[in-house]
């Protein structure tokens, strides 16, 4: 067994102990059940007896509580509407949107465990977040100066560009197709919730002017600390071409940048003998907090979604067939450590690293792959796009809303630019979902119905996302006739 293949041997028996122990775990210490309606309004009012806030409520929600003829959720309609109307009572509002809508509440022990666990995670991520920035930027630097020419760069920026669109139109149209197709939201039967009801996240955190100003750097120091990849990506391009236009003074710049990339790369090889570890702890904390039985409860809908990421992933490696015919399988075997990591930590960006190191292995140039793969992360999130438009019309199927194709396609073309400015932005696939809810009426506290199983979804787009990215990668390489073979 190859070096390589001992890895990804190791990471996917990772994997599987990670979900036994998962399972162990949630059956040895089971959540405590969310508190109902009733017990929900019986806490709050002794911690408010207890503090002294107020001895009770007001004798209107009183006597709402006291009517025996309405149901629970007909009671918080109307509680929630007198507390909408006194100021002095938001607090408990909020209070009581809050046990509403949470989750199970886990055991203190299992919480401990999980958070012991949650460091070998966490240490992971740290390196290889540790890594990104200076990858990033000393082999975009590298690629850039190398091209030289800028009609050069602004030829492969084009084709790159024209890639990352004719993608994420696919995927978007792909997600639309199907959810209509499954129509997996008309099982749900949910009623349209109060429109006091906060989802928790925040739509307002993507806007065409904050994604404008977010591209340029105030400080490519603190762009770096962040991991600003965007922001890193405008500062390289704007270096590496400077760096091309002083001449030989520069070829000095270029080469310490592409030993400092290969430093990182080596770097990479090292950290990646953690990645088991990491793997093991976080799909254990998974399925320990949620357990198997999550699986049940949204079978169908994530059923559905994980085919729709199948049948993206057939395209996409189809193209790459017509393009590089049978070479399709070595592509998959380079980039399956890729996959496996970003698939079980959810996070496509513990796979930069390792993927943009295997792309160079499979033929790829390194000024291609520096300068694709790190605006890919940026603008070619496939298995995210096609997420965003089967939640958003899962959600209006769960309430009954009724979309036009005409309405459904507006929706593709505001997810098509909104979904452009979420690189660096947590979360970044609910909070665009969130302001497209709003844009299209459809209330945004349907967000709670995936909030528990995100996590479970967000492992197959985030797997997906590198699976686009590797493709592209590879079209550009052939296009500009430099993919070795």
Known sequence: MSKSNKLTFWIFVALVFGVVLGTILHAWYPPTPALSYEESLLRIQQEQALAGEQKGLSASIQEIQADSLKSAKEKWESIAQVISQDKSKQALHQKLAKAASRDEVMDSTLKQVLDYLSILTDIFLRLIKMIIAPLVFSTLVVGVAKLGDLKDVGRIGGKTMLWFISASFVSLLLGCVLVNLFEPGKIMH????????DSGIDKNSVTLKGFITHIIPSSVVEAMAHNEILQIVVFSLLFGMATAAIGKPGETIIKAMDAVGHVMLKITSMVMYVAPVAVFAAMTSVVAKKGLGVLGTYAVFIGEFYFGLLLLWLILFGVAFLLIRNRVKTLFSRIKESLLLAFSTASSEAAYPKLMEELERFGCRNQIVSFTL???????????????????????????????????????????????????????????IAGTLSTFNIPEAGLLLLLGVDHLLDMGRSATNVVGNAVATVAVSKWEKKLAD
């Open 190 to 197: 949910t009623e349209v919730p109060s429109a006091l009801l």
């Open 374 to 432: 790190p605006l890919g992360y940026s603008f070619n999130l496939d298995g995210s796009m096609m997420y965003m438009t089967f939640a958003s019309l899962f959600i209006a199927q769960s309430y009954g809303i009724d979309m036009s194709i005409s309405e459904q396609m507006l929706m593709l073309l505001t997810l098509m630019v909104t979904s452009k400015g979420i690189a660096g932005v947590p979360r970044a696939s609910l909070v665009v």
